[in-house]
């Protein structure tokens, strides 16, 4: 057990183009959140993953973002013609579904910085 | 919709001094409430998960305590040290939906 990685850890962009994160969870963890914390703030929820499905999106998922979860493993969260609002650090966590206790463990973000 | 509180959003104190975080939210109707420590730049560490129908949780030097129905979660960390500064944050997850709530955070300085 590695635990949650994420890659890259830090992405410089200019405004306008597209990026892509991607999450590897916890090999056995079936469950996957995708969260955005911008400074000062707690992470703000974005989206959830049981297995390869996509069951829950935030109204903060404007149409420029597209998450997806091929094969119910790792994860990619896609922003497109990126603004500079969307600065922020990304986080992945994953948790066990058959553990009922929904525990997330968090890997360690994406900081994005949009110039 | 679950506001989620933290109070105080800053604190500092002295090592070796015991202290107590505060956490609350709006809507009692929560499966379970779970403490992260983040470091700056970082991602979150579980520290503690109190389930419901649970009071209260220890590990080491931690104790998180829940009272479901004043919407009130507390932690307690005793015999501070300078490694414990971190933000704090807890986050709850309500009984329907996949969705976590998360506050703003405390901020922890221990001073050696």
């Known amino acids: 057990d590695t635990g949650v990685s994420q890659n890259p850890r830090h992405k410089i962009t200019k405004r306008g183009q597209n990026v892509t994160f991607r999450c590897d969870p916890i090999s056995e963890h079936n469950r996957l959140y995708w969260y955005r914390q911008t400074l000062g703030q707690g992470p703000e929820f974005l989206t959830y993953?049981?297995?390869?499905?996509?069951?829950?999106k935030s109204r903060l998922l404007s149409d420029r973002f597209s998450a997806e979860r091929p094969k119910g493993s790792f994860s990619t969260l896609e922003i497109q013609r990126t603004e500079q609002g969307d600065s922020a650090m990304y986080l992945c966590?994953?948790?066990?579904?058959?553990?009922?206790?929904?525990?997330?463990?968090f890997g360690p973000g994406t900081r994005l910085t949009v110039t | 919709k679950q506001e989620v509180t933290q109070i105080p959003a800053a604190l500092s104190v002295p090592e070796g001094e015991n202290l107590v975080l505060n956490c609350s939210f709006t809507?009692?109707?929560?499966?379970?409430l779970q403490w992260f420590r983040q470091d700056p730049g970082k991602g979150l560490t579980s520290l503690l998960l109190i389930q419901s129908s649970q009071r209260e949780q220890t590990s080491g030097r931690l104790n998180a305590s829940l009272d479901k129905s004043s919407g009130r979660s507390t932690l307690y960390i005793a015999a501070s040290q300078p490694g414990d500064s971190a933000t704090y944050l807890c986050a709850v997850k309500p009984n329907t939906g996949n969705q976590f709530y998360f506050g703003t955070g405390t901020s922890l300085t221990v001073i050696p």
């Open positions: 809507d009692s109707a929560i499966y379970n």
């Open positions: 993953f049981q297995n390869e499905a996509q069951l829950e």
């Open positions: 966590a994953s948790s066990l579904y058959q553990s009922r206790s929904y525990e997330q463990y």
